[in-house]
């Protein structure tokens, strides 16, 4: 079982970012995944989930509304997290994780594995 986020990199203010979650060893499509962030200095921040695919709503926390939107290919067995009109703010590292019940509804009841961590710098 393993995840590996990806796509982090630097973007000016007002820029858009893809970031990619794919998994490996399973299958993504039957769990829910959930993206947080961590900035330095502060604590790990949920940013968004979906649910597994027998569901697949999403919702967004405080950061990410209006701003960001989640899905899923299936066929590339890998969840992403479309960020627009980013802030400064948004700079983090930024982790995707697997609920960890098998066709879990967000928000998941936890969280088992996680990836490794892209990170995003917003600035000018």
């Known amino acids: 079982v393993q995840l590996q986020a990806s796509g982090g990199g630097l973007v000016q203010p007002g820029g858009s970012l893809s970031l990619s979650c794919a998994a490996s060893?399973?299958?993504?499509?039957?769990?829910?995944v959930g993206w947080f962030r961590q900035a330095p200095g502060k604590e790990r921040e949920e940013v968004s989930c979906?649910?597994?695919?027998?569901?697949?709503?999403?919702y967004l926390q405080g950061p990410g509304k209006g701003r960001f939107t989640v899905s899923r290919d299936n066929a590339k067995n890998t969840v992403y997290l479309h960020m627009n009109s980013l802030k400064p703010e948004d700079t983090a590292v930024y982790y995707c994780?697997?609920?960890?019940?098998?066709?879990?509804?967000?928000?998941?009841?936890?969280?088992?594995?996680w990836g490794q961590g892209t990170l995003v710098t917003v600035s000018s």
């Open positions: 979906i649910s597994s695919d027998t569901d697949s709503t999403t």
């Open positions: 060893g399973f299958s993504l499509r039957y769990y829910a």
């Open positions: 994780a697997r609920g960890s019940r098998y066709g879990d509804y967000c928000p998941p009841v936890g969280y088992d594995s």
